[in-house]
DNA sequence: CTTGGGATGGTCT
DNA sequence: GACCATCCCAAGG
């Protein structure tokens, strides 16, 4: 399967979002492979988002939102948990990225269950902080080019459906703003 | 089914 | 010192 080159990334912030709806994300530990097509992702901007991490100025946290598009915006949040980004921008903007919220489990799936510490697959990646878990992506991924790497990238996958745009999930400022994307998984 | 609170610590003001 | 782009479980209807 081909993987995504930079340039699909070099687009506004708010369409590679949905652009990313139906790819296909995998991870590789050691001989074992763990992949899954993305159904929901969100997009967060720069000066004109209140919601965006990136709103205020570039710090150590955010940094990555301002770096080369493509590379992986890994953020640890509420104590416990990350969550997973991939920086997405024209270049009109200084900063931007997508988050990854849930996928549609295909290669690994009792791996994920096993990083998950869970007998069974209900709610095995329906959530950004699941996600993470189940792929065992942490806080040395970030910065991580998606486009030139051999352990976790992103690839074409299958046709995306009807698309739903709703408001982002977990903020509470711009809620005006429609940026939270879902695919649908009937055929 | 829905709601509410606890876990837990880095980051920013 | 407050705030989180979350998750899970227990209690109530």
């Not at 912030?13 to 969100?42: D, F």
């Not at 690994?108 to 709610?123: Q, T």
Request: glycine content about 6%; hydrophobic content about 35%; overall charge positive.
């Amino acid at each position: 399967m081909s993987l995504l080159p930079r340039k699909f990334y070099s687009h506004d912030t708010v369409i590679v979002a949905k652009e990313l709806l139906g790819k296909k994300i995998v991870r590789k530990i050691g001989a074992q492979t763990i992949s899954g097509i993305i159904t929901e992702t969100e997009a967060y901007r720069h000066s004109d988002d209140p919601a965006s991490h990136a709103y205020r100025k570039k710090t150590e946290r955010n940094k990555a939102m301002f770096e080369e598009v493509g590379k992986a915006y890994v953020y640890f949040t509420y104590g416990m948990y990350f969550c997973f980004n991939v920086v997405a921008r024209n270049q009109k903007v200084e900063a931007g990225a997508v988050l990854i919220r849930a996928i549609q489990p295909e290669k690994g799936k009792e791996i994920m269950m096993k990083n998950r510490d869970k007998k069974n697959d209900k709610d095995l990646v329906n959530g950004p902080a699941k996600l993470t878990q189940a792929f065992a992506i942490t806080k040395k991924h970030y910065g991580l080019d998606l486009t030139n790497n051999q352990e976790l990238y992103i690839t074409e996958g299958i046709q995306s459906g009807k698309i739903i745009a709703s408001p982002r999930i977990g903020i509470k400022t711009a809620l005006d703003k429609l940026w939270n994307f879902k695919m649908s998984l009937d055929t």
